[in-house]
């Protein structure tokens, strides 16, 4: 079913999208194929609730999101089942970060809606901070309710109405969603789902003259056709996209850590993350020891079932992306790199799943493919560097920056070298990701910030309301001289 105006509602066609769980590669489920009527149908609702919604005091918004908050965390466990079968991302680290971190993420966003100039004065211009109207929220299956809580959380907060349209590949957490909000309460409207294809019901969505703003997630290819297709009604777009993250360890850093963090950043969800740290830049004199940390530390990651407990990885989300990885990998070895742990084999023990070996591959070459494209799977390539400036270099030599890493033996030269890094995130030695701080990127990696302050700040707008000088009192009129 498709929920429009707060109602669960049948589709326009009788289309259906098939959901697999790339573990069992079996289907678990399906979804309604949604079209541009259905489309229609959610943004003309979205539109009717919109002045209602905009216009409820911010507090009573505030309050809101809390209140879904608490649902999804309610429901997290069963969430987070849900996810690790049509993700294949293991239980443990989906319920932390798939199914619970999104209910941190609108809380957060709760709170800094303390924060908001909502309204300030300039000389005698009242300016009133506007949502920016309905906005279309099209989301990829990697973080599927992580991202769609970015998108919604902030739109939410701003005053805007949604409609959300998630990847046909992992189309069920969006529900978990619809029934956290229904039970918190929020208005017909102002929440819709339709679910279907990117090339029918997204791009319906992008060209539709109802939705003012688009929020787009996923790959740089798509990113440009969401742009290209918005322009003809010069809608507001953000994009979060792709990345080709570097690490860098600079001498005196604790190898071991540097090692450790960036396998973890880059092997985390299978590799399936735009913010991973993929390229690995170390001092070249220090290779040696550093190959041999690696080999060992990259040795030990296991794959195993996603339904068991354990830190293990799991398969990646399809076929398609797992021949996707293995092109990558077979092509970087046939031009020159050298394979450290792992390869384009299927791994022993899993026939069924859509499995890669983690793999590490030295590049000594920072131009090769496998150095400058996102593979989206387990693999790490590792590149030497001369020294301090080469290491910038080569990390901002991507058309990416989304992400990247330092590891230093003290904060102010991880400062000094951070500052110069054209990424829209950089973690010191290890730091955590912070879901208050700004979160988006530059170049090929899109234009936008989600999270926190600027994750609501992206769907507002400033409005000015000039007074008086008659109604204004002496001290706020102007001097005019
Ligand atoms: P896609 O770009 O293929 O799809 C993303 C979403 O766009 C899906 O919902 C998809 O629908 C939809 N879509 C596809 N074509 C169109 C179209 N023509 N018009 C409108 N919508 C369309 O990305 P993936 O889902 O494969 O996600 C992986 C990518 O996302 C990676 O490149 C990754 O780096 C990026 N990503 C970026 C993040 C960031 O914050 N920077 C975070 C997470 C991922 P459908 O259901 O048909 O696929």
Not at 98 to 116: F, K, N, T, V
Not at 411 to 423: K, S, T
Request: proline content about 6%.
């Amino acid at each position: 079913m498709l929920y429009i105006a707060g109602r669960w509602v049948f589709p326009h066609g009788d289309g259906v999208i098939a959901v697999e769980n790339p573990a069992a590669e079996a289907v678990i489920g399906s979804v309604p194929q949604g079209s541009a009527v259905d489309v229609d149908r959610a943004a003309l609702a979205a539109r009717d609730a919109f002045l209602d919604w905009a216009r409820t005091p911010w507090p009573r918004r505030q309050e809101l999101l809390r209140s879904i908050a608490a649902a999804l965390r309610e429901s997290g466990e069963k969430t987070a089942r849900t996810i690790t079968s049509e993700l294949g991302m293991p239980f443990d680290a989906c319920l932390a970060v798939q199914a619970l971190e999104p209910a941190s993420i609108l809380e957060a966003y709760a709170d800094e809606m303390d924060g908001i100039a909502w309204e300030h004065d300039i000389g005698w211009s009242r300016i009133v901070m506007e949502p920016v109207g309905v906005v279309g929220a099209i989301t990829p299956w990697n973080y599927p309710l992580y991202q769609i809580a970015c998108k919604v959380g902030g739109a939410l907060a701003a005053g805007c109405t949604v409609v959300l349209k998630p990847s046909e590949l992992t189309p069920l957490n969006a529900y978990a969603l619809i029934e956290a909000a229904e039970k918190a309460g929020l208005p017909p409207g102002v929440l819709n789902l339709i679910t279907g294809h990117g090339s029918e019901a997204g791009e319906a969505l992008v060209r539709h003259p109802g939705i003012d703003a688009i929020s787009f997630t996923g790959s740089t290819v798509t990113g440009r056709r969401v742009a290209e297709l918005a322009s003809v009604t010069l809608k507001r777009v953000s994009m979060e996209l792709g990345g080709k993250s570097a690490s860098i360890v600079l001498e005196g850093a604790d190898l071991d850590r540097a090692v450790a963090g960036t396998i973890r950043s880059c092997f985390r969800n299978s590799g399936q993350s735009c913010s991973s740290h993929t390229r690995f830049l170390i001092p070249r004199r220090l290779e040696g020891r550093i190959m041999s940390i690696i080999s060992g530390r990259a040795g030990e990651v296991q794959l195993g079932d996603p339904a068991a407990h354990g830190n293990h990885l799991g398969p990646l989300v399809s076929g398609i992306q797992r021949e996707r990885v293995t092109r990558y990998i077979r092509e970087a070895l046939a031009s020159g790199a050298t394979l450290v742990v792992g390869g384009a084999d299927p791994p022993t023990g899993f026939e069924r799943g859509y499995y890669v070996q983690p793999t590490v591959i030295v590049s000594l070459d920072p131009n090769a493919q496998i150095a400058q494209e996102e593979v989206f799977g387990p693999v790490l390539c590792v590149i030497p560097y001369d020294d301090v400036a080469d290491a910038v270099r080569i990390a901002n030599g991507t058309p990416y920056g989304l992400s990247a890493g330092v590891w230093s033996a003290t904060p102010e030269e991880g400062f000094e070298v951070a500052r110069l890094l054209r990424a829209g995130e950089v973690q010191l030695n290890g730091a955590p990701f912070n879901i208050r701080s700004p979160f988006g990127g530059f170049g090929l990696s899109g234009y936008g910030r989600e999270l926190g302050r600027y994750g609501i700040e992206e769907f507002l707008a400033p409005k000015a309301i000039h007074q008086s000088f008659a109604d204004l009192s002496h001290a706020d009129s102007p001097v005019i001289a």
